[in-house]
């Protein structure tokens, strides 16, 4: 089971920072992966990290912006968003899929949350 947090109102420019927590005891072995599906739109990659987060991987129009890390101890993934624009308003869901590597097509995963709403003001 994944649980999202951290969604809500921010002003352009500002940040969010997302937590995805993992329940379960193979967390560790897990990819992971941010999409997000905007109104109207179809569902997008975000990002991705490995299951050690030694590698991570972003979509072109979130990098120098967006973090994906994770802390196995935790369970948990995080999504630290700066520098947020209002075409980053969207529903942000968490991924897992129970192979490690990284994978951008949602296909690739297995399980998914229920979903944050991050809304940017202009």
């Known amino acids: 089971q994944l649980v999202e947090s951290g969604g809500g109102l921010v002003q352009a420019g500002g940040s969010l920072r997302l937590s995805c927590a993992a329940s379960?005891?193979?967390?560790?072995?897990?990819?992971m992966g941010w999409f997000r599906q905007a109104p109207g739109k179809e569902r997008e990659f975000v990002a991705a990290?490995?299951?050690?987060?030694?590698?991570?991987y972003y979509a072109d129009s979130m990098k120098g912006r967006f973090t994906i890390s994770r802390d196995n101890a935790k369970n948990t993934v995080y999504l630290q968003m700066n520098s947020l624009k209002p075409e980053d308003t969207a529903v942000y869901y968490c991924?897992?899929?129970?192979?490690?590597?990284?994978?951008?097509?949602?296909?690739?995963?297995?399980?998914w949350g229920q979903g944050t709403l991050v809304t940017v003001s202009s």
């Open positions: 991924a897992a899929r129970s192979k490690g590597g990284l994978r951008i097509n949602s296909f690739d995963y297995n399980y």
């Open positions: 379960g005891r193979t967390f560790s072995s897990y990819g």
């Open positions: 990290v490995n299951w050690s987060g030694g590698s991570t």
